[in-house]
Nanobody, 117 residues
């Protein structure tokens, strides 16, 4: 069965860094577009970063220059490196895997990121 497992969340001070990882199983990882979404309390879930099967990346304006998404296909893993973190980055971060031909994708359980002094 399909499973996406996020890890690396936690509590960090403003200006700090975190590295989130998402390990996928049950899919042919290399042909999937991978993405990170986040959802803060009282807000809609939003796209943070995406990396296609071809390696093209896309970022929300709010994180450009601070976050980097990458993928390691042999390890079936996508990584979100988050630098210069701000309190407004506080949210539950979700991993998503989707084939471009599919409307729906698969989701991980989420990992909490809290940026606070």
């Amino acid at each position: 069965q399909v499973q996406l497992v996020e890890s690396g969340g936690g509590l960090v001070q403003p200006g700090g860094s975190l590295r989130l990882s998402c390990a996928a199983s049950g899919i042919t990882f290399s042909i999937y577009s991978m993405a990170w979404f986040r959802q803060a309390p009282g807000k809609q879930r939003e796209l943070v970063a995406q990396i296609t099967s071809g390696g093209t990346t896309n970022y929300a304006d709010s994180v450009k220059g601070r976050f980097t998404v990458s993928r390691d296909n042999p390890k079936n893993t996508v990584v979100l490196q988050m630098n210069s973190l701000k309190p407004e980055d506080t949210a539950v971060y979700f991993c998503n895997a989707r084939r471009p031909s599919s409307i729906y994708g698969f989701w991980g359980q989420g990992t909490q990121v809290t940026v606070s002094s």
